[in-house]
């Protein structure tokens, strides 16, 4: 039971697993335009010229003036930094004919920084200087060097550095340990809402990353452990910034997009529709760019529909149907299969190049159609249906001559086709709506007509029924038929006729009111709560006299009985009782009046306790004299 | 029928006239009192109407409270009942009596208002 449960689970992840992405953000010929003119900015010194000359290099753009780059490289030059010198000879590599003179010291300093103590930093900018200038070099050490400064500097950037470095080496090299790396870096990418994977130190690495991992997987021609979603997520990184802080970025971003568009394994492909994705019987062709990360058309590259089904009826329309390439567009005549119009999900696969990364691409297309209205038939229906209807044709666009006439006793009915103007299937738009305007007052009603189950439209107006909608005004009305869709290309709005309603005079209103919504409301009055109706003071009076009573009917009794104080002791004790006593009972008085419950439980405190003491030992004696007495 | 009924009272007036010490009429006459205070506060509360309730509604308890710690004091001290409490004096009953009537006022005039 597990391991058909565990079964299932893969079967399930493998079928959403080849939901491939596509990527959401690329660059247009426009941003590459924009890249292009970041990069051709006047340069100021070495670094910026080293940035402008390579980065438009990679973009396949060759500097104008090379004799005078050259010229500025050479004068720039300060051969005793290595920083210097690694500008220098990149840049003139990039330039046709362009030289640097090199002498016995430059090539020993570029030669004994590669050491364990330098830097990986200076290691790369000393192996490519030395192999853009062609000097020998010796590529075990440099390994060896670089694995060194990868175990002690840890950071994305070194590592990112160091696969450059190893691009440059003999292929002969042991460059295994450092390929691994790229796995590992790979690892450290954050994974954005499953859209974007980049560095936490930013586009830059990120995009440097992309250009080191292919060139050095090119280099020893070994794919590199980066599967296609991968592959789409950093697009999506890298090219969502469409404007570069500096020169190093939009350096950056060139080399990644340079990298990705030609290397030997993962070429990812762009596909967007020409203008919006729509078809309709003056614009038959539905017209796919296909290029690849720099925009450049793939030529390579033949486009498929795999299929086509309409998103309403969920019908196939398409299957395995190409694209036809004409002036660098894939295009595809849709609306030879005559679909119906709505809207319609594509399926589309790109081939042609094992190299194709995101080569299957959802596209939703849009059939728009024009509308015809047929068979408007407007007609006054008595409601006891002895007359019978009078039924008018109306002609699209014209009015109806005359004007129809409804009172209360009578219907106004409207009957119509909406019909496909080409193929003459029917329609049900989203809006058919029908409009009464009061010219004379400017009101104005609007109805919806519902299609019944034949999608023959149908409006019937009860005049008696509807008669709150008209605020009981009769007068002429002009009737209008508004027709609209997002599939159509001819939005309707046409004045069929005029129909004069009349409605019971006295439930007119006499002068006809806008709603007044903006108007101040009355002001509300705050009622604050009445204080509740108390009995006349005689009533209280007579009832507290009359509840105060019973007292004196007790003394009476107690009197009748014999009670008396001829026990009373005159101990100290006796005394502090009854006086604690009646201390106590005043400070009931008092906090009625005056004092809240915790005032009133320290008094009590205080006068309880000496009450309590005095009491207890009063009774004490009482008892003593009690017993005494037996 | 009513004759023995009158028998019954008649004999039972002489039985209390007699035989009750005087300590205990006097306690069943402060009953009477306390008993007739709460009946004249329900009978405005019946006729003119229940505001302010809160102060009807402690009046009244304070009557009921009354009444009930006067009675247990009444058993408590009864000789006849001298059985049932063995470890209570006269004297701590009617200590206890004044200790809960402290308790009961300090609540009925929190209520009153």
């Known amino acids: 039971m597990a391991h058909l449960c565990l079964f299932s689970l893969l079967v399930l992840s493998l079928v959403l697993e080849t939901q491939a992405l596509t990527p959401t ?14 990069l051709s900015q006047p340069f100021t010194d070495l670094k910026s010229a080293y940035y402008s000359v390579v980065g438009l290099s990679k973009l396949g753009i060759f500097v104008a003036d090379a004799d005078e780059t050259c010229r500025f490289i050479n004068s720039n030059l300060d051969p005793s930094s290595v920083e210097s010198l690694f500008y220098a000879a990149e840049a003139s590599q990039a330039l046709s004919g362009c030289e640097i003179p090199v002498t016995n010291d430059t090539r020993d300093l570029l030669l004994a920084t590669v050491s364990e103590d330098s830097t990986a930093s200076q290691i790369h900018q000393s192996v490519s200087a030395l192999s853009a200038l062609g000097l020998p070099l010796a590529s075990q050490e440099v390994v060896s060097a670089l694995k060194a400064r990868i175990s002690k500097e840890d950071n994305v950037l070194a590592i990112i550095l160091a696969l450059q470095t190893a691009s440059r080496l003999s292929q002969q090299a042991e460059l ?32 440097l990353f992309v250009s080191a991992a292919y060139s050095l997987s090119d280099h020893v021609d070994m794919e590199p452990p980066l599967k296609e979603d991968q592959v789409i997520q950093l697009v999506n990184s890298i090219f969502s910034k469409k404007s570069w802080d500096s020169l190093s970025e939009a350096f950056s971003v060139a080399s990644a997009a340079a990298s990705l ?40 590259a033949s486009v498929l529909v795999e299929s086509a089904s309409a998103v309403a009826s969920k019908s196939a329309i398409l299957s395995q149907a190409p694209f036809t390439l004409r002036d660098g567009v894939f295009e595809l005549n849709f609306m030879a299969s005559q679909p119906a119009s709505g809207y319609y999900q594509f399926s589309v696969a790109i081939t042609g190049d094992s190299r194709f990364v995101a080569n299957h691409v959802e596209l939703k297309v849009k059939v728009s159609t024009r509308v015809a209205i047929n068979n408007m038939d407007l007609s006054v ?49 989203h809006q058919t709506f029908v409009r009464l305007h009061n010219q004379k007052t400017g009101q104005e009603v609007v109805f919806v007509a519902e299609p019944d189950s034949k999608n023959l439209y149908k409006f019937e107006l009860d005049t008696a029924e509807r008669k709150t909608e008209f605020d009981s005004i009769s007068g002429t ?55 509740e109706k108390k009995p006349p003071t005689v009533v209280s009076n007579a009832f507290t006299a009359l509840v105060l009573s019973p007292f004196l009917l007790l ?75 037996k | 029928m009513s ?17 009750t010490p005087n300590k205990l009429k006097m306690i069943d006459a402060y009953l009477l009192y306390i008993l007739l205070t709460g009946v004249f506060q329900f009978l405005y509360c019946v006729l003119v109407g229940t505001f302010p309730f809160n102060s009807f509604l402690s009046g009244f308890i304070s009557c009921v409270g009354s009444f009930i710690l006067a009675v247990c004091l009444r ?38 208002g």
């Open chain 2, 75 to 112: 058993i408590q001290i009864n000789p006849q009942n001298k059985r049932d409490f063995l470890t209570v004096s006269p004297e701590r009953a009617f200590a206890d009596f004044l200790f809960a009537h402290t308790v009961l006022h300090l609540v009925v005039v929190n209520f009153v």
């Open chain 1, 261 to 300: 568009s030609n290397n030997r394994f993962h070429v990812p492909v762009i596909v967007s529709a020409q203008g919006p994705a729509a078809v309709s019987h003056s614009h038959p062709f539905l017209q796919l760019q296909v290029t690849d990360v720099l925009c450049q058309p793939l030529s390579s």
């Open chain 2, 3 to 19: 004759n023995s009924v009158f028998s019954v009272i008649s004999r039972f007036v002489e039985e209390y006239r007699s035989s």
């Open chain 1, 25 to 38: 953000h690329h660059l247009t010929t426009t941003d590459v335009a924009r890249l292009q003119a970041v």
């Open chain 1, 176 to 207: 295994g340990e450092i390929l691994e790396e790229i796995e590992d870096l790979a690892a450290r990418l954050d994974d954005l809402g499953g859209v974007y994977l980049q560095f936490e130190e930013g586009l830059e690495a990120t995009a």
């Open chain 1, 477 to 531: 009305y002009a009737l209008y038929l508004m027709v609209g869709d997002a599939t159509l290309e001819n939005p309707i709005l046409w004045n069929v006729a005029d129909v004069v309603l009349k409605f019971l005079d006295e439930e007119a209103p006499g002068t006809i009111q806008a709603k007044t919504l903006y108007v101040p409301k009355p002001e509300i009055q705050h009622l604050f709560r009445e204080p």
């Open chain 1, 555 to 629: 003394l009476i009794l107690w009197f009748k009985l014999g009670a008396n104080i001829s026990n009373f002791t005159l101990s100290p004790s006796t005394i502090l009782f009854h006086i604690g006593h009646a201390a106590m009972l005043g400070l009931m008085y008092v906090y009625w009046t005056h004092l809240n419950m915790f005032q009133t439980l320290k008094y009590l405190a205080i006068i309880g306790s000496l009450t309590f003491l005095a009491g207890n030992r009063m009774l004490a004696q009482k008892a003593v004299k009690r017993l005494d007495g």
């Open chain 1, 381 to 429: 229906v008595d409601k006891d249906q002895s007359i019978g209807p009078k039924t008018t044709r109306v002609e699209y666009p014209t009015k109806a001559k005359a004007s129809f006439m409804a009172d209360s006793h009578q219907n106004f009915a409207m009957t119509f086709q909406l019909v496909d103007e080409t193929t003459g299937v029917e329609l049900t738009p």
